[in-house]
C-alpha cells in the first residue's frame, strides 16, 4: 500500500496550486485589460480620422476641387502616425488612396458585404494594421452619392509591447507561484512546530511515566482536542497498565500460598516415618489445596478469554427459577449449617448461555450465603417487565459496606477485608461482571441499612419467551 504524502508536502502544493490559479486569472485580466485599452486608444484615433475625412468629403465634393480635397486629407492624416486613407465611390473608382498599405481589397469587401463601422485587425505580410471601414453617405437631393472609406493605423509597437508584457508578467506569475509555494512549505513547518513538540514529548514516555500529561493550554486551539484525548488514553492505559501490575502481584500471592502450603506439608511429611493412615490425610489435604488452584487458574482463564471477547454464550431459553431452585437444593445443606434461610420470590425466562447464567447466580449466592449471618434470609427476587427486561436481585443481611469499595468491589482479587481468606480468592465478583457484561447487562451493588443487595438487568431479545 502506498504511503500517503505528508501533510508539509501536501499544503505546500495546495499552496502552490492556489496561487497558480489566483496568479493566473490576474494575469489573464491585466493581459486583457491592457489589449481592450490599445484596442480601445486605436479604434478612438481611427473614429477621429474617419469623422475628419467625412466632414471634409461632403463638403469639398460639392465644389468639385479634387485636388483641394486631396491635401486636405492629406493634412488630416498628417497628425496621426502612421494612419492610411482609401476612399472609393459606389462604382469602386478609387478617389483618394494615400502612401502604405493597398486598402483597396478592404474597401471593396467591406461595400460587398455592406458591414460599416467594422474595426478589425489585418496585416499586408509585413505590418500589422488595425482598419476601420465605413460607408457614408451624402443625404443631399443633389448629390446622394454613397463613399466608403478604410482608415488603418499601424498597431505593430503595441503587439511588441504586448509580447514583451506578456513575457514580463508571466514570469513573475511563474516565480511568484514557486515563491509561494516555498514560502507556503516553510509557512507549514513552522505551522507544524507544536505538532512536533508533541510528538517528542509523547516519544520521551515510557511505561515507568504514563503518568506524563501533555498541557491543553500550551497547544494551538486546533491540537486542544487532540491533546486532550491523548491525555484521556494515558489515564486509560495508566490505569490499565496499574491493573495489570497489580493482577501479576496478586495472582503470583494467591499461588504462593497454597505452594507454600503444600511445600511445608509435604516436607512435615518427609522428615519421618509415618502410618498409611497419616499420609493418606497429608494426600487429601494436598488434594484440597489443588483443587484450591485448579478452580483458582480455571477463573483466571474465564476472565482472559472474557476479557478478548472469546466467551461466546450460546442462546437459548434459561429458565432463571429453576436455575436458582437448583443452586438452592445443592446450598441447602451449607445453609442449613450456617443458620440461613433461602427464599425465592417470582420467576423470569431469560435468553442466554445457561451454564455462564448459572455460575454467575452460584457466585454470587455463595457469596450472600458466606456473609449472612446464623438466623439470616437470603432473597433472590425474579422479574419480567413488559419492555422484556430480566431483573434478578439478591439480598442478605450483613454488614454494610463502604461506598469507597463499590468501584472495586468487581475488580479481580480485590476483597473488602484482605484479612479474610476463606472468602475465596477474590475472584467471583469479578467472573459475574463478566458474564453479565458479556450477555449485555448491567450489575449494580448497594449496602445500607444492614442490607446488601446485588441487581442484575438483563436484556431480553424479542422473539424470546415472555
Excluded at 41 to 47: F, R
Excluded at 211 to 219: A, E, I
Excluded at 253 to 277: F, I, K, Y
Excluded at 440 to 452: A, D, M, P
Aim: proline share 4%; hydrophobic share 40%; charged share 25%.
Amino acid at each position: 500500500m502506498r504511503r500517503p504524502a505528508s501533510l508539509t508536502l501536501r499544503l505546500s502544493l495546495l499552496f502552490g496550486v492556489a496561487a497558480a490559479v489566483v496568479f493566473s486569472v490576474f494575469g489573464w485580466f491585466i493581459e486583457d485589460s491592457i489589449k481592450r485599452h490599445f484596442a480601445a486608444e486605436d479604434v478612438s484615433e481611427l473614429e477621429v480620422v474617419a469623422q475628419a475625412v467625412e466632414k471634409a468629403l461632403f463638403a469639398d465634393l460639392s465644389r468639385g476641387d479634387l485636388a483641394s480635397l486631396e491635401r486636405r486629407f492629406d493634412d488630416i492624416l498628417v497628425g496621426h502616425h502612421g494612419a492610411s486613407l482609401h476612399i472609393t465611390d459606389p462604382s469602386g473608382r478609387t478617389i483618394y488612396t494615400s502612401p502604405g498599405p493597398d486598402l483597396s481589397e478592404l474597401a471593396l469587401m467591406s461595400a460587398r458585404n455592406a458591414d460599416d463601422g467594422l474595426a478589425r485587425s489585418w496585416s499586408d505580410g509585413r505590418h500589422t494594421f488595425r482598419v476601420l471601414t465605413r460607408h457614408l453617405r451624402d443625404n443631399r437631393p443633389s448629390t446622394g452619392r454613397a463613399y466608403t472609406i478604410a482608415v488603418a493605423v499601424p498597431i505593430d509597437y503595441h503587439l511588441r509591447f504586448l509580447d514583451g508584457f506578456r513575457y514580463t508578467l508571466w514570469l513573475m506569475i511563474a516565480s511568484g507561484m514557486a515563491i509561494t509555494s516555498l514560502m507556503g512549505w516553510v509557512a507549514v513547518r513552522q505551522g507544524h512546530a507544536p505538532l512536533h513538540n508533541i510528538i517528542a514529548q509523547i516519544r520521551r514516555i515510557s511505561a515507568n511515566e504514563l503518568n506524563t500529561r501533555l498541557s491543553p493550554d500550551t497547544v494551538p486551539r486546533e491540537l486542544t482536542d487532540l491533546a486532550v484525548s491523548f491525555n484521556e488514553m494515558l489515564g486509560r492505559m495508566e490505569e490499565a497498565f496499574l491493573r495489570l501490575s497489580n493482577f501479576s502481584a496478586d495472582i503470583a500471592h494467591e499461588l504462593r500460598t497454597p505452594v507454600t502450603s503444600l511445600m511445608t506439608q509435604t516436607q512435615v511429611a518427609l522428615s519421618q516415618t509415618r502410618s498409611l493412615d497419616e499420609y493418606r490425610e497429608i494426600l487429601y489435604s494436598n488434594i484440597e489445596e489443588y483443587e484450591r488452584m485448579a478452580q483458582m487458574i480455571g477463573d483466571m482463564l474465564f476472565l482472559a478469554q472474557a476479557d478478548h471477547g472469546l466467551c461466546k454464550p450460546n442462546n437459548a431459553e434459561v429458565d432463571l427459577a429453576g436455575e436458582v431452585r437448583t443452586l438452592f437444593d445443592y446450598y441447602e445443606a451449607w445453609a442449613e449449617e450456617r443458620g440461613v434461610i433461602l427464599t425465592l420470590e417470582g420467576d423470569a425466562k431469560a435468553s442466554g448461555d445457561r451454564l455462564m447464567l448459572r455460575r454467575a447466580l452460584n457466585n454470587l449466592l455463595a457469596n450472600a450465603i458466606r456473609h449472612t449471618p446464623a438466623g439470616g434470609t437470603v432473597w433472590v427476587r425474579l422479574d419480567q417487565v413488559k419492555n422484556g427486561e430480566i431483573y434478578i436481585e439478591m439480598k442478605n443481611p450483613g454488614s454494610d459496606i463502604a461506598p469507597q469499595h463499590f468501584q472495586k468491589l468487581f475488580d479481580r482479587f480485590y476483597r473488602v477485608d484482605p484479612s479474610r481468606q476463606e472468602s475465596g480468592a477474590g475472584l467471583g465478583l469479578a467472573i459475574v461482571k463478566s458474564i453479565i457484561d458479556t450477555h449485555g447487562g448491567k450489575i449494580e451493588v448497594t449496602s445500607r441499612g444492614g442490607f446488601t443487595r446485588f441487581r442484575i438487568t438483563l436484556p431480553n431479545p424479542p422473539g424470546s419467551a415472555s
